[in-house]
């Protein structure tokens, strides 16, 4: 795809899962990808496998629930690596439960990660991309986020927040040179699955939500990320403030 070689991306919550999907794409078109999660570990593999690969990774080691800790390493990204030009926004956690069960301490942990980290990070990082002008952000939400999931009820919440958000950057910033865009990934085979099918019931769920499904398959991590490169890629230039679903036609939007 047009534009990306050599463009420095930040991408949250690429140690697992989708996340680690794009951060290998993204080294495989040529841009140097800067993973930032709280699994220091697992960014530290993906990011060695992209090196050995023959791209260019570093692994930060950051929650992106703490503003001043996401700042100091976004500063020291940009001074190892250049200004950031891609922001993917893509870290998040869940777990299933009826929102009557639960208590503010689990919307807490919950609006932390999916809603306060991608704030955070966006308010970082796009400060620099308006100055210089020119930014691309993809924002990875969630089909919950547009049609509610059972389970889901805070996370959904912050997935719809994400697409509202993301809406009015791209309003706000369209004419500083950055363009936002929102993926809506439907039920994905990765760990924060996996933690709602491990009762005595997952297999039966899992089979209902393939059933829903008119690919009749879940989501792979391998799934998300060349649209990802579109969305950051010149190719996508004439797009902003666009919400995709891609979920095997789970959700279709007019
Ligand atoms: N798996 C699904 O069914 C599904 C469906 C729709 C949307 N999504 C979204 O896709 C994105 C990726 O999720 P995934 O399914 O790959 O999950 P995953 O658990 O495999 O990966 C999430 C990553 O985010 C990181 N992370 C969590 N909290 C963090 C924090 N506070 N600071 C920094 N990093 C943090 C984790 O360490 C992990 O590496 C998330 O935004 C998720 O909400 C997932």
Redesign the pocket.
């Known amino acids: 795809m047009r534009g990306l070689k050599n463009k420095t991306v930040l991408l ?2 690429g ?5 680690a999907a794009i951060a290998r794409r993204l080294g495989e078109e040529g841009c140097t990808v800067g993973i ?4 220091a570990t ?1 960014a530290g593999k993906v990011a060695g496998a992209i090196e050995v690969a023959g791209g260019r990774a570093s692994a930060h080691a ?4 703490q503003y001043d800790a996401v700042k100091r390493e976004v500063d020291a990204f940009e001074a190892a690596c250049g200004p950031i030009a891609y922001l993917v926004n ?5 777990r299933a439960a009826n929102f009557l069960d639960t208590d503010p301490e689990f919307w807490n942990k919950i609006v932390a ?2 809603l306060y ?1 991608p704030l955070n990070v966006s308010h970082i990082v796009l400060k620099g991309m308006a100055a210089r002008g020119f930014g691309r952000v993809v924002n ?1 939400a ?3 986020g547009r049609v509610g999931s059972s389970g889901e009820a805070v996370y959904s919440a912050c997935k719809g927040g994400m697409i509202a958000f993301s809406k009015t950057l791209a309003r706000e910033l369209v004419s500083r040179g950055v363009i936002v865009n929102t993926l809506c ?4 085979d ?4 996996r933690s709602f099918l491990e009762g005595p019931d997952g297999a039966k769920i899992a089979e209902g939500l393939k059933r829903a499904i008119p690919m009749r398959r879940l989501g792979q ?1 391998e799934d998300y990320p060349g649209l990802v490169a579109f969305l950051l890629s010149d190719d996508a230039a004439y797009m902003t403030g666009q919400t995709i679903s891609v979920s095997g036609g789970l959700t279709m939007h007019g």
């Open positions: 949250t919550g140690a697992n899962g989708i996340g930032f999660d709280l699994d697992g950051v929650d992106i629930s893509n870290a998040g956690w869940d990660i999916n980290g990875v969630s089909d919950a990934p439907g039920p994905t990765t760990a924060i699955l991590p």
